[in-house]
């Protein structure tokens, strides 16, 4: 299995699951015909996963529950309880724009800089905000579980029964990857501000 993962934004970073996951555009089963493997569209709908989801929603979800677009929402976009949409710690901080920064540096010059000196400062100050780019908080992880090309291929060969069972292996699998990335791997914590500098 591979697995791939993706930095999630707070706010519109989720937008992309919204608009695929969430809205479970292609509700398919574990076993479909070959020809529905190839021409359907759209991407099955999410589920709840890990150990985690009984905390939320004062035991309204349950692992294997679908995702809901709003819960989506509540949760990644805005760090809120999927359910009862009270704050998870924290509010996502909001930082200031790349011209905001600029114009703060450019304000906090030497007044008596000369106008080839400021011209000089100002332009570093511009290519190195630029450079930054846009910062925006973390609101989670976006991980991606693929099987092999083999296994695929296999699946789209197969029998309605065997694809059913390379389905749940699949799941299985997920499932165990994701216990051991909460108990080896993942952690929170939280630290005080440190302003965008």
């Known amino acids: 299995m591979t697995v791939s993962m993706r930095v999630m934004s707070a706010g519109d970073g989720c937008k992309y699951l919204l608009r695929t996951v969430a809205a479970g555009d292609g509700d398919r089963w574990l076993s479909t015909p070959l020809t529905r493997y190839y021409v359907e569209a759209g991407t099955p709908p999410g589920q709840w996963l890990g150990s985690g989801v009984v ?17 989506l929402q509540l949760l990644m976009g805005m ?83 065997t694809q059913a069972l390379i389905g749940e292996a699949h799941h299985r699998a997920v499932a165990e990857v994701v216990a051991f990335m909460e108990r080896e791997v993942a952690a929170t914590g939280t630290a005080a501000p440190i302003g965008d500098i």
């Open 55 to 71: 905390s939320l929603g004062k035991g309204q979800l349950a692992m294997g529950d679908r995702v809901s677009e709003a819960q």
């Open 79 to 161: 760090g809120r309880d999927p359910i009862t949409g009270d704050p998870l710690g924290h509010a996502f901080p909001a930082y200031r724009s790349v011209p905001e920064r600029i114009e703060a540096r450019i304000a906090d010059l030497d007044p008596g800089l000369s106008p080839g000196a400021k011209g000089e400062a100002v332009a570093q100050i511009e290519a190195e905000e630029t450079e930054r780019g846009r910062r925006r908080a973390v609101a989670g992880f976006d991980f991606t579980f693929s099987v092999p090309k083999s296994a695929s291929a296999l699946w789209a060969v197969a029998d309605a029964g």
